[in-house]
């Protein structure tokens, strides 16, 4: 059985830092993801990895502050999140898929974790 269990989210000033985790079981999975989903808006990409190689991707909006890292002897994949800002308040979702070539869409993706909030005040 396939599960992606993340942890991490909290609340935290503007300017502040966390770091989420998501522990993967069940299988091995070609690509991880990281997107945020804020009320009332769509899921959205936020970073992504290679798990064989360390190939990473990011959201323009994320680029320079969130580094998205993963460890292989214990299936966990991180998010180092700085320089965190209000707008980036949001539940954080891990996310696996097995192959494709494409990796910024929410339909990329066939396995999903339950989602941590995280929430940046100002």
């Known amino acids: 059985q396939v599960q992606l269990v993340e942890s991490g989210g909290g609340l935290v000033q503007a300017g502040g830092s966390l770091r989420l985790s998501c522990v993967v079981s069940g299988r091995t999975f070609s690509r991880l993801a990281w997107f945020r989903q804020a009320p009332g808006k769509e899921r959205e990409f936020v970073a992504t990895?290679?798990?064989?190689?360390?190939?990473?991707d990011y959201a323009d909006s994320v680029k320079g502050r969130f580094t998205i890292s993963g460890d292989n002897a214990k299936n966990t994949l991180y998010l180092q999140m700085n320089s965190l800002k209000p707008e980036d308040t949001a539940v954080y979702y891990c996310a696996a898929r097995s192959y494709g070539t494409h990796y910024r869409a929410v339909y990329d993706y066939a396995y999903w974790g339950q989602g941590t909030q995280v929430t940046v005040s100002s």
């Open positions: 990895i290679t798990w064989s190689g360390g190939s990473t």
